[in-house]
Each structure stands twice: as C-alpha cells, then as structure tokens.
C-alpha cells in the first residue's frame, strides 16, 4: 500500500498538474525549510501529489483546539496566505493534521480547502501520542466519527524514514495559496481581513516637519525638498542611514490625546511635536512592513526601512509623561526617489 494516496475522483485539482489551469502555480515546489530528501524520496515522483480541493464540512475533526492558536493561525492565513494544506486520511476524511487551520477555514466561510490525502491504515504512518496516552488508528476513527473530540494535542502522527521516524507535517510541499483563491465571500473577506499585499492604501501628508537640531520638537512647513538617499533637506536627522524621514499618523497622535496623563497635564500635542518629519493622515502606517514602498506627491519614493524606535532620554514628550507613541507607532524610511513635498500631498502605498 502506498501512504500517500492515489485518487481516482473525476478532475481532482492537482497542484503539480501544469496543465491544469486550476493549478495555483506553474509547479510547487517542495519548502526547502520542511521536508528532506530521504522524506521526498517517500512521494511518488511519477505522479502529482494528491492535493485536492475537499469540502470543508466533509472533513472530520478529532481534536479539540486552543483559542488562543485559532487567532494566531487565522492572523497568519488571512495576511500571508495558505503555506501548507491539510491532512486527512483518503478513505474516511479524518483530519490528521490541520485542526487549527480546519477550524479557521469554517470561520472564514470557505468551503473548499487543499487536502493532501493519505492511507491512514498505511504501516508507514505511525500513531503516538503527545501525553503518552495508548490509542489505536481504529480508536481515532470511532472518536472522529462520533464526533468524540481528544483534547488538545492528543494524538501524533509521524512517518516513517529511513533515519527512523518524522512528523507527517515535515512531509508536506508547500503551497503557497492565496485566500481569495478558495472563497465565493472574496469582497467580504478583503473588506474585513485585508491581505497586506492587496492593500492599496492611500492617505495624505498632513503636516511636513523639520528641526534644525535633534532632541527637539519640529516645527511645521508648508513644503520640504526630499533628497534622494539623504532624507529632508535643513533637517538634523537627514542622513545616508536608514532612518532618514520619520512618519508618525495623526490618528496616534489623537490616541495619545485622549491618555488621562495628557488630559491631566493640559499638554497640547500638535503635529512635529514628536519629531517627526511628516505627519500621516487616513493611511494605516502599522500595516507597513520594511520594503514597501509609498509614493509621496506626485514623484518621490520612499521605502520603509525601520518599524519603531528607542525614545531617548531627551525626548520633551517622554520627559513629562513617561511614555511616547512613536517608539511603537512610527516609522522610518529611506528617499528612493527624491522631489519636493507639499503639506496636504496624497500619500499612498505602491505595489513592490
């Protein structure tokens, strides 16, 4: 018996199938980082792996799952797309590996998943425990069955190699599918659950700072010349490092407005006062990651370079409260493309 599991179901979707026009890349490749060649030695090379879209709600779970990994694992699928597909056993759709991901696809509304099929019965799958718990195969499938889930992290299953034994998931080929490639509900899930490279944002330059010395507030300009690989012109933070012009959004600003400490104090917070070089307004800086690229105005570039900073000592804002937002909500970029800026310029996200 072969362990991963042939298919005879009419147009299955095959994902190392190059002439099948459902395929999702020309060829998947195995992920560098997961799987061994003594492990890839173990999949037929004569035929596509058996990765096909399955029904949601065919699968049967037999684990329950933590809360807490449902979140992190639904961040990560909705914002870097499905890297691995599920795992089930060919005759009988319990799941083997995947509960997490399962759980996140019926949240999701998606009803059709990749499943990578294999015969569960197989010698070469090997059931453990992660609680030294005695189980049978055949007890797996009764509890799934019945809908009887194992509590967390119950079962194990591993394969055999050669060198002895992995875990089924370090067998996997990395797939590497966009979410809205699987859903019917893709306007819904692009309005609540933005992928990140789907975004297009697109804000304004509400206010254009510069100092003429640092570890002082900045005082605002209508309009500044941004020098390539340097950052602001007249400004004391401009330089060929990577922090050259700092960001900071309005909307923070505000944030840190509303703080009992600013309200207590009377402190009247204003653009520049954080020392930063331009003040965003409508575009979410935290969606930003280093290497993308904005488009300020009508011609310069910028790339993100730095996420976040260590307040200094002499921060007038860190000083009087103890605490300031542009460590955790500024940022930092490097000039691609230099030109003039103008205060009230849109400020808007480029496709890398």
Known sequence: MNVFASTNEKEPLLLYNPNNPLSTTKKTKLSSNRTHSHIHNHIPQSQPYNIKLTNTDSLKP????????????????????????????????II????????????????????????????????????SRKLTKQDVINNAASGKLYPIKTTKHMLKTPDG?????QTLPRINMDITQLTDNTPTIKRLYPLRHMIK????????????????????VKEAKAIENFGLESDAHAGTE??????LAQESIDRMKESAKIKQKQITLNPGDFAENITTKDIDLKQLKIGDRLKAGDEVILEVSKIGKTCHAGCKIYQELGECVMPKEGIFVKVI?????????TLQTLDN
């Open 62 to 93: 037999h684990e329950h799952t933590d809360p807490k990994k449902i979140h992190e694992v639904k961040k990560s699928i909705i914002e870097e797309g499905i890297k691995y597909p599920i795992v089930a056993d060919k005759k009988t759709n």
């Open 201 to 220: 944002m697109k804000g304004k330059i509400h206010s254009i700072n510069i100092s003429a010395s640092k570890h002082i507030t900045k005082a605002p």
């Open 337 to 345: 493309v230099g030109g003039t800026i103008n205060q009230g310029d």
């Open 165 to 169: 034994q992995t875990h089924i998931s």
């Open 242 to 247: 990577i922090r050259q012009i700092s960001l």
């Open 96 to 131: 083997l590996d995947g509960h997490h991901r399962h759980n996140v696809f019926k949240k999701l509304k998606i009803k059709n998943i990749p499943v990578f099929y294999v015969n569960y019965l197989d010698n070469e799958i090997i059931l453990d425990s992660w609680n």
